[in-house]
């Protein structure tokens, strides 16, 4: 057992095994989909904005929702779903201090990159039913649900407190804040 394990071990001595999984755990049931969160850019760019959260482990970098006990607090990772209608879009942003993770588990999403300098060119990926992208720190990003159905993926971050994402000029939200 190496030293890591043992402490791991030591620390778990006499635990209540219940209650530590039962505050483990975030189920379905107790999820919701928070159409509020990113509703400033539904309320800017229209309704091919509009898309829910549905939180699991903290809260990304979308707006505080510490307060929210169905949340499972985060020490190194967010993880949440996204709800993304037919036709709507993630606008074009940038996570400066951490990469981004996108696993489909329900429709069509195109994923794209931008260039940095100039983020109208950009290289365009289909992503449907568990395919995953990893997008790295500071490469701007956008989403857009191409299918006949509401898109549902899965979002990771890399940190349990992201830094605020900014709009690059070619954004449709540039200049948008929360």
């Known amino acids: 057992m190496t030293s890591t394990e043992q402490n791991a ?8 095994l219940d209650a530590l999984i039962d505050s483990c755990i975030a189920s379905a049931e ?10 400033f850019q539904a309320a800017k760019g229209g ?3 509009k898309r829910a959260q549905i939180r699991y482990i903290g809260s990304g970098a979308t707006g505080n929702h510490e307060g ?4 499972l607090q985060a020490d190194h990772f967010t993880f949440s779903n996204m ?9 074009e942003h ?3 201090d951490v990469e981004e993770v996108f696993y489909v588990l329900e429709g069509e999403l195109e994923v794209a990159v931008h260039d940095v300098e100039d983020g109208h060119k950009k290289a365009t990926r289909v992503l449907g039913y568990r395919d995953l992208i990893r997008v790295p720190a500071g490469v701007p990003r956008s989403l857009k649900n191409v299918g006949d159905s509401d898109a549902l993926f899965c979002v990771i971050i890399g ?10 000029p070619s954004s449709e939200m540039h200049g948008v804040t929360r």
């Open 159 to 168: 940190t349990p407190k992201p830094q605020l994402p900014t709009y690059p």
């Open 30 to 39: 107790t999820r919701y989909e928070d159409w509020d969160t990113l509703g």
């Open 9 to 16: 071990a030591d620390s778990n001595a006499g635990v209540d």
């Open 94 to 96: 940038t996570h400066h």
């Open 68 to 71: 929210d006990s169905r949340t």
């Open 47 to 49: 309704d091919r904005f």
């Open 83 to 91: 709800r993304l209608p037919v036709g709507a879009v993630g606008p």
